[in-house]
């Protein structure tokens, strides 16, 4: 009964029963969701050269400095 | 009184047999503290050096529940709910490794990983790529349901078209499934060994800013090493990095 309870809810969320959404611009005929991937590609790889590493900062002063980073 | 000693080798003479050979080769080419490091240069402490190690921890789990599926058969992962989770962990896991795949060419490529004799490293992640796209194809089409017909009779006006039609039957379900579950994962697995441990003998590739000669010459500040060396080799190593 839940089971079936939470697949009603996705069903609303993710309403699969149709063709699916296809993007074309000229010769070029992409899907909706392959479109998304690729723009959450783009988003992971900027985020990964933006975001801080964590403890990055730390270590990179105890290599200027000689230190142990441990 | 004296004793008369043997003379010191000048050089080392070489193995007898092929296997001493092979070993004296393979431990030049990767010493223990290169293919088992301890600690990696302090660049590597950011993000986008992480997507190597994540399309390898998909790759994982891809074979993993591949092997389950190749010895359960498709009834199993058609029809039981077990059988369903396992093709969803196999399906999801390949979109991982793509995903993964792509955002770690996109890094090498915009710092130019073929720096510093890196060519071969850089080759052997190129080909991966390739010779994974005909692996994931291979899965699509033997999935044994009208979602495979379908990709399956594409696909063959695909191939067809560039001319490679007469070698691979991609509505043959057994050639499909042989190239999907033994000799295309043999060549990514391996592929991918092959990369690794080129990685491990070249070092990870340093940023532009750390690979440039004015940089490298010039002396740190507190009296550290220096940040790297003008040919792309990777700079003084801190601990504290797992690779």
Request: positive net charge; glycine residues 8%.
């Amino acid at each position: 009964m839940e089971h079936s309870r939470v697949m009603i809810v996705l069903a609303a969320v993710f309403n699969l029963n149709h063709p699916a959404h296809v993007v074309e611009w000229h010769f070029i005929q992409l899907s909706v969701a392959n479109l998304i991937v690729i723009a959450l590609m783009f988003v992971v790889f900027a985020l990964a050269i933006a975001l801080p590493f964590p403890g990055a900062s730390a270590r990179t002063v105890a290599r200027r400095t000689g230190e142990d980073a441990k | 009184m004296s004793t008369v000693q043997p003379p010191e080798p000048t050089a080392q003479t070489p193995k007898p047999t092929w296997t001493g050979r092979v070993r004296e080769a393979a431990v030049e080419a990767l010493p223990p503290e290169k293919l088992l490091p301890d600690s990696q240069p302090t660049y590597v402490a950011s993000w986008i050096y992480i997507f190597g190690v994540a399309s390898i921890a998909a790759l994982i789990v891809i074979v993993g529940s591949g092997t389950i599926l190749a010895l359960k058969g498709p009834a199993w992962w058609h029809d039981t709910g077990v059988g369903h989770f396992f093709n969803s962990v196999h399906l999801w896991a390949v979109e991982l490794f793509f995903f993964a795949m792509v955002v770690h060419l996109w890094g090498k490529y915009w710092m130019a990983a073929w720096r510093g004799g890196r060519t071969r490293v850089w080759i052997t992640g190129a080909i991966t790529f390739l010779v994974a796209v005909p692996t994931a194809l291979t899965g699509y089409v033997s999935q044994q349901n009208f979602d495979a017909q379908w990709i399956a009779t594409q696909a063959k006006d695909g191939l067809n078209s560039v001319g490679v039609g007469a070698f691979f039957n991609v509505t043959n379900f057994g050639q499909m499934y042989s190239y999907h579950v033994f000799l295309l994962p043999l060549a990514v697995v391996g592929l991918v060994a092959a990369h690794v441990l080129l990685v491990r003998r070249h070092g990870v590739v340093p940023p532009f800013e750390l690979d440039r000669p004015a940089l490298a010459t010039r002396p740190p500040q507190g009296g550290g090493t220096p940040p790297a060396v003008p040919d792309g080799k990777p700079p003084s190593v801190t601990r504290g990095v797992a690779s």
